[in-house]
């Protein structure tokens, strides 16, 4: 699968910004699909994920302020993001796990901007 990340760009704190991941391939429904953040110098952090089944699991950071969806019809995931803060600010990543066998992916990243 390849996954090709959008969405990034400048936002005030406060705001909110919506990121998609679009993925060309086979069996997108088979795939768990996450989004990570690094910040240089740091890890890559889990964001938010969302199982084939579309169960969601959330960073302790963004608990309650992001929304992690997915579309298997259109291959895509999304990630709604409100009440955005200065430490939100970091390329966000596109993550895909093949669930049969484990197989990852990960797509450029798309970056985010906090700033007034």
């Known amino acids: 699968v390849q996954l090709q990340a959008s969405g990034g760009g400048l936002v005030q704190p406060g705001g909110s910004r919506r990121l998609f991941c679009a993925a060309s391939?086979?069996?997108?429904?088979?795939?768990?699909m996450a989004w990570y953040r690094q910040a240089p110098g740091n890890k890559r952090e889990l964001v938010a994920s969302i199982t084939s089944d579309g169960n969601t699991k959330y960073g302790d950071s963004v608990k309650g302020r992001f929304t992690i969806s997915r579309d298997n019809a259109k291959a895509t995931i999304d990630l709604r993001m409100n009440s955005l803060k200065p430490e939100d600010a970091n390329r966000y990543y596109c993550n895909a796990v093949f669930r049969p066998t484990g197989l990852n992916a990960w797509g450029w990243g798309t970056l985010v901007t906090v700033s007034s």
């Open positions: 391939g086979e069996n997108f429904s088979r795939w768990n």
